[in-house]
């Protein structure tokens, strides 16, 4: 292959809308191979081989650095592509449009910038002033700004290439009803245990939990949420979580190891009205 065919690999790569370029690379590997060889290809012993295999190092890493320059070109700008299994609701929302003050953002941004940082967020405050929104504007700034993956089901995580990129999950978002009903069915004959469903949650590097306090809960379920947040307290597992209740209403609705798990986070006060009725 010569520099020639090298430059036009590389523009049609770049002039593909897709990330995906193997099938690309799969057409150009048996270029490097010298017609008619008479060391049967063997680059120890062929130097035309030798420097025709270099030729194609050199293109294949141009076409890398062009794949990777368009999937971080693409997940700037549309990384709602990498939140699988977030309600397509909140797929837009972001810190421009959240309407509910600079210091909150900045709040959020600085969490962004420390990621992964152990750290952890609690957004406690009344329906409708921004809690969801601002969990998951965070996750998009963490994929735009490449220090996530993105978001997928916490089965799914050990995929190495879930969305086909070279990427799998490792952010989980699911809200504390849902959970809660995921390991109620465990009761019914599930293939998968309880204890299951709480170990695929602990082990995720970034878990979202909306709407923590939502309804009344068993011992049962009170003590699973209990092992999931003190697990990931301990594994120093950044966790984002939101909830309606006060650190006071969550120990007299849910109980006090609970609160106290909780009392470790970093804790942002939203006390704006519903600002959903504004638009």
Known sequence: ??????????????????????????????????????????????????????????????????????????????????????????LTYSFDSFNGGALVIKMCCNFVAKYPSPESLLFTGPPGCGKTHLAMAICRELIREDRVNGVGPPEMMDIPDYWSTGLNPDVAFTTIPELLLEIRATFNDSVESESGVIGKYSNVDLLILDDLGA?????????????????????????????????AGIEAQLNSRIASRLAEMKIIKLNMPDYRKKR
């Not at 010569?2 to 690999?9: G, L, V």
């Not at 002039?15 to 048996?30: A, G, I, R």
């Open 215 to 247: 309804e009344k809960s068993s011992e049962f379920a009170i003590q699973s949420l209990y092992v999931l947040i003190d697990r990931r307290n301990r594994e120093l597992k950044p966790t984002v979580i939101t909830t309606n209740l006060s650190l």
């Open 1 to 90: 292959m010569d520099i020639q065919e090298a430059q036009t690999m590389l523009e049609n790569c770049r002039k593909s809308e897709s990330v995906d370029l193997t099938q690309s690379m799969s057409k150009s590997m048996s270029k490097f191979k010298t017609p008619n060889c008479r060391h049967g290809n063997r680059m120890d012993k062929c130097d035309v081989c030798r420097k025709e295999a270099e030729k194609y190092d050199k293109a294949t890493e141009l076409v890398k650095i062009e794949k990777d320059r368009k999937l971080k070109k693409a997940r700037s700008e549309h990384p709602e592509r990498w939140m699988k299994g977030v309600p397509k609701k909140y």
